[in-house]
């Protein structure tokens, strides 16, 4: 099920040339997480965001605007593809809660900090590993240290 929507939104990105920057449990799985992936998260650049929202329409489960929940501040987008999330943020001004100094800090999208790896598939443009460790480590959600021991043990 995850592969399906992992190629579906690469390829509706691809087709369109939006650069794409994969995060989340996805990333982590290409750096030696084994969980169950929950969601597939991933980040375009700003100026990308609305075409995206555009061309997934018939898919939109959760709408494009600004949230803050679950230790995030940011604007994304949720698709449901063959019953998988696919969430799409924009990488203009994200930020996270640190859980340590207990405030909002700037997540900063870079998207030339990457690694080709083939996850699913497809090879996929994942968030370097030591700017995944250090986000995830300031969330420190359960799912986050799961993933950051994985990486750590793999490495």
Known sequence: ???????????????RNIPFLICGGLAAKGYGSERVLNDIDLFVPGEYFSSVVLAGQEYVSKAARHYREEGWDLTYVQF???GIKVEVGNADG?????????????????????KIVQLLGVDLPLMLKEDLVRYKLALSRPVDIED????RQST
Not at 4 to 14: F, P, T
Not at 148 to 151: F, G, L, S, V, Y
């Open 148 to 151: 950051i021991h994985a990486i």
């Open 94 to 114: 994200p930020r996270i809660f640190d859980i340590y100094s207990q405030i909002w800090v700037p997540l900063d999208i870079d998207f030339s900090r990457h």
């Open 1 to 15: 099920m995850h592969q399906a929507a992992v190629q579906w939104i690469v390829a509706l990105l691809r087709d």
């Open 80 to 82: 449901m593809y063959g």
